[in-house]
Antibody, heavy 117, light 107 residues
Framework: QVQLQESGPGLVKPSGTLSLTCAVS?????????WSWVRQPPGKGLEWIGE???????TYTPSLKSRVTMSVDKSNNDFSLRMTSMTAADTAVYYC??????????WGQGTMVTVSS | DIQMTQSPSSLSASVGDRVTITCRAS??????LNWYQQKAGKAPKSLIF???NLQSGVPSRFSGSGSGTDFTLTINNLQPEDFATYFC?????????FGRGTTVEIK
C-alpha cells in the first residue's frame, strides 16, 4: 500500500527557508489524486498548507500563498514544500498526505520543524 | 474560508459508552465532510469520508451522519484504543479547513 515519508531539516533560522520532501512508496506520484501538506503547531490543531497534482497544478491556503511553493518530481516519485521567511509561528509538525476525492486518506509520520536561531 | 466548529472541545467517557461529537460548517458543504482520529505524537488517521463512509479497517462502532452544515461522529461501545482527539474537515471549498478537535478522555 501507499506510504509517505517526510524528510528535511528539523531546525530553520528565522527569516530562513524551509524545504521538505515527501517520498511516495507503494504507488506512483502520477496516480489520479492530489498530494498535500498539513501542519500542526505544538498543542494546536491542523492547518492545511496546500496541495499539488502530478501535472504541477497547485492550490495554496491564502494566508501562506505568498511564501509557499510546491513541486513534484516524477523521476524520484516525491513532492516538495518550500516555505520562505520562516518565523517562530511556523514552528510545527509538518505532514504530507494523499488527498483522494474527499479526504486525506494516507499521511506521513510527520516531521517536527523548529524555527529558532 | 469555510469555518468548521466542533463541539465539545473535550469530553470524558468510560469504556462501553456511546460518544457523540458534532461539527458545524459555516456554509453548506454538501457531503464533503471527513473525520480523523489523532493519538498523541502520531499522525492523524482517516476514519470517515464523505459524511458516513468508513475507511477500510475502521471498526463499525464508528459512524458518521449529517448533511448540509451539521454533522455528527458517533462512537458506540467506546474502547480503550478510542481515547484520542478527533477532527472534522471539509473538502468542499479551498482552503481545506479543519475543526479545532475534540479530545475524548478516560473518565
Amino acid at each position: 500500500q501507499v506510504q509517505l515519508q517526510e524528510s528535511g531539516p528539523g531546525l530553520v533560522k528565522p527569516s530562513g527557508t524551509l524545504s521538505l520532501t515527501c517520498a511516495v512508496s507503494g504507488g506512483s506520484i502520477s496516480d489520479n489524486n492530489w498530494w498535500s501538506w498539513v501542519r500542526q503547531p505544538p498543542g494546536k490543531g491542523l492547518e492545511w498548507i496546500g496541495e499539488i497534482f502530478h501535472s504541477g497544478s497547485t492550490t495554496y491556503t491564502p494566508s501562506l500563498k505568498s511564501r509557499v511553493t510546491m513541486s513534484v518530481d516524477k523521476s524520484n516519485n516525491d513532492f516538495s514544500l518550500r516555505m520562505t521567511s520562516m518565523t517562530a509561528a511556523d514552528t510545527a509538525v509538518y505532514y504530507c498526505a494523499r488527498k483522494m476525492t474527499y479526504a486525506f486518506d494516507i499521511w506521513g509520520q510527520g516531521t517536527m520543524v523548529t524555527v529558532s536561531s | 474560508d469555510i469555518q468548521m466548529t466542533q463541539s465539545p472541545s473535550s469530553l470524558s467517557a468510560s469504556v462501553g459508552d456511546r460518544v457523540t461529537i458534532t461539527c458545524r460548517a459555516s456554509q453548506n458543504i454538501n457531503n464533503y465532510l471527513n473525520w480523523y482520529q489523532q493519538k498523541a505524537g502520531k499522525a492523524p488517521k482517516s476514519l470517515i469520508f464523505a459524511v458516513s463512509n468508513l475507511q477500510s479497517g475502521v471498526p463499525s462502532r464508528f459512524s458518521g451522519s449529517g448533511s448540509g452544515t451539521d454533522f455528527t461522529l458517533t462512537i458506540n461501545n467506546l474502547q480503550p484504543e478510542d481515547f484520542a482527539t478527533y477532527f472534522c474537515q471539509q473538502s468542499y471549498g479551498s482552503p481545506r479547513t479543519f475543526g479545532r478537535g475534540t479530545t475524548v478522555e478516560i473518565k
